[in-house]
């Protein structure tokens, strides 16, 4: 193909950068752009897919033929010369960047904890101190370790109200490094639950209704590597002497690397070398099939604005979709009556793109999980993963009131108690 010739000598710049991503400096993204491309023919699709492979370009959002890419600033001026529509979503990603590395790290009072983003260290703190402040209800659990051996923790949350029958629900953030509005939101959520218990109604009945497990950060030593390449996804596996990282939402032991995932070990979609093999996955999937009484399940990831519902290894719909959707909708409303926001809702497989070795299809296929689900948090793509932090309170206070909505859903769907 003729454009081989034409972008030749940009290959070499993509893959040198590529390269730095072993060392232990920042990696910064100066002059990188990141474009939406809107298509109309499947012929331009194959193009941009070509040029996306020959490149090695980060695609950070794809539906029909609607794509988000970062870029090179130059590669997107000499693409201009073809017929590929684009406009610039964010014109100077490196400054997006500096902004939310300013705070991380720094410390806060738990008062201001949801102004910044925060360090892993920050979060653990933040958690240990939930535990201890309200020891009645909120109790500190380390579900296993990283690659890395750092801990994943999670808060058990129980209200005063106690029954042998009760059902839980459980959280989780951050399987994807990157995403970082995704392990603070989940923190919010579980801030509200445990210190507005017994204060505010609504979250007194949910967790009076239900035992919950929040566990905000999956993928410690990715997070912990955003501080070096901010748009880093998967774990920190060492594959071979060249790339890192599984993806930990395509290592779920179910319908395992059966299509949307990749064999390839420095691919972003990397399943692994077999399904269950990371430690965050086996950590989080133990804890589901051994809390039997699971009847909830949302994995928060962002960004699209999507409450989804199992599959995502497969188009067909499962026996509980009408139930599943109906939650789906009444979190999604419950949103919308937030700040305003518009979360669509539907199966993965559809809604988004078809990918096996998720958390949803395990939750749902293995742990029976009825209610699965995986969240895509803000934006639509203003600042896709960039999300400025004045955004963390507003995504955390319309997920609090999607979550009584959908615990009351569960309530009202299902008679158990
Ligand atoms: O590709 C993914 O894993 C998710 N999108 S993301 O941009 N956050 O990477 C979508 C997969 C949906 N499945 C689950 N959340 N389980
Ligand atoms: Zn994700």
């Given at each position: 193909?003729?454009l081989?010739?034409l972008f030749?000598?940009?290959?070499?710049f993509?893959?040198?950068v590529?390269?730095l991503?072993?060392l232990?400096?920042?990696i910064r993204?100066e002059?990188?752009?990141?474009a939406i491309?809107?298509?109309?023919?499947d012929a331009?699709?194959?193009?941009?897919?070509?040029?996306?492979?020959?490149?090695?370009l980060?695609v950070?959002?794809?539906?029909?033929?609607?794509f988000h890419i970062?870029m090179?600033?130059?590669?997107h001026?000499d693409l201009?010369?073809y017929?590929?529509?684009?406009?610039?979503?964010i014109?100077?990603?490196?400054?997006?960047?500096?902004?939310?590395?300013?705070s991380?790290?720094k410390?806060?009072d738990?008062?201001?904890?949801f102004?910044e983003?925060?360090?892993?260290?920050?979060m653990?703190t933040?958690?240990k101190?939930?535990?201890?402040?309200y020891?009645?209800?909120?109790?500190?659990?380390e579900?296993?370790?990283?690659?890395?051996?750092?801990?994943?923790?999670?808060l058990?949350?129980?209200?005063?109200k106690?029954?042998?029958?009760?059902?839980?629900?459980?959280?989780?953030?951050?399987?994807?490094?990157?995403?970082w509005?995704s392990p603070m939101?989940?923190?919010?959520?579980?801030n509200?639950?445990?210190?507005n218990?017994?204060k505010?109604?609504?979250?007194?009945?949910i967790?009076?209704?239900?035992?919950?497990?929040?566990?905000?950060?999956?993928?410690?030593?990715?997070?912990?590597?955003t501080?070096i390449?901010?748009?880093?996804?998967?774990?920190?596996r060492q594959?071979n002497s060249r790339?890192y990282g599984?993806?930990?939402?395509r290592n779920?032991?179910?319908?395992w690397?059966?299509?949307?995932?990749?064999n390839v070990a420095?691919s972003?979609?990397?399943?692994?070398?077999?399904g269950?093999s990371?430690?965050e996955?086996t950590?989080?999937?133990n804890?589901?099939?051994?809390h039997?009484?699971?009847?909830g399940?949302?994995?928060f990831h962002?960004?699209?604005?999507l409450?989804?519902?199992?599959w995502?290894?497969?188009g067909?719909l499962?026996?509980?979709?009408?139930?599943?959707y109906?939650?789906g909708?009444?979190a999604s409303?419950a949103?919308?009556?937030t700040?305003?926001l518009?979360?669509?809702?539907?199966?993965?497989y559809?809604?988004?793109y078809p990918a096996?070795?998720?958390s949803?299809?395990?939750t749902?296929g293995?742990g029976?999980?009825?209610?699965?689900?995986?969240?895509?948090?803000?934006?639509?793509?203003?600042?896709?993963f960039?999300?400025?932090?004045?955004?963390i309170?507003p995504s955390?206070e319309?997920?609090?009131a999607?979550t009584i909505a959908?615990?009351?859903?569960i309530?009202?769907m299902?008679?158990?108690?």
């Amino acid at each position: 193909m003729k454009l081989v010739w034409l972008f030749i000598a940009l290959f070499c710049f993509v893959n040198c950068v590529d390269q730095l991503k072993d060392l232990s400096e920042q990696i910064r993204y100066e002059e990188h752009i990141v474009a939406i491309f809107t298509l109309r023919t499947d012929a331009q699709v194959a193009d941009l897919l070509y040029i996306v492979d020959l490149f090695d370009l980060d695609v950070w959002f794809r539906q029909g033929r609607t794509f988000h890419i970062l870029m090179p600033a130059q590669l997107h001026r000499d693409l201009g010369t073809y017929d590929l529509p684009s406009k610039i979503m964010i014109p100077d990603v490196q400054k997006l960047i500096d902004i939310q590395y300013q705070s991380i790290g720094k410390g806060s009072d738990n008062g201001d904890f949801f102004s910044e983003y925060r360090s892993f260290d920050e979060m653990n703190t933040f958690v240990k101190q939930l535990a201890s402040n309200y020891s009645s209800i909120a109790t500190l659990v380390e579900l296993g370790q990283t690659v890395q051996n750092r801990p994943i923790y999670g808060l058990e949350i129980s209200g005063s109200k106690s029954s042998t029958q009760k059902k839980r629900i459980v959280y989780i953030g951050c399987q994807h490094a990157r995403e970082w509005v995704s392990p603070m939101t989940v923190a919010f959520v579980a801030n509200q639950l445990i210190t507005n218990y017994g204060k505010n109604e609504n979250i007194t009945r949910i967790v009076d209704n239900f035992d919950w497990t929040i566990i905000p950060i999956v993928n410690g030593d990715g997070y912990i590597y955003t501080q070096i390449d901010r748009m880093w996804r998967k774990n920190r596996r060492q594959n071979n002497s060249r790339c890192y990282g599984v993806d930990n939402n395509r290592n779920w032991p179910f319908e395992w690397n059966t299509g949307g995932s990749s064999n390839v070990a420095c691919s972003d979609q990397y399943a692994g070398p077999s399904g269950g093999s990371e430690p965050e996955n086996t950590a989080v999937a133990n804890y589901v099939v051994k809390h039997s009484e699971t009847i909830g399940f949302v994995d928060f990831h962002s960004y699209s604005q999507l409450w989804m519902t199992p599959w995502g290894y497969t188009g067909r719909l499962p026996d509980d979709y009408a139930a599943q959707y109906q939650c789906g909708i009444d979190a999604s409303i419950a949103i919308f009556n937030t700040h305003g926001l518009e979360f669509q809702v539907g199966n993965i497989y559809d809604i988004i793109y078809p990918a096996s070795g998720g958390s949803n299809d395990y939750t749902y296929g293995v742990g029976k999980v009825t209610y699965s689900y995986g969240v895509e948090l803000r934006d639509t793509g203003e600042y896709g993963f960039l999300l400025p932090p004045d955004q963390i309170v507003p995504s955390g206070e319309e997920i609090t009131a999607a979550t009584i909505a959908f615990a009351d859903c569960i309530v009202r769907m299902k008679n158990f108690f």
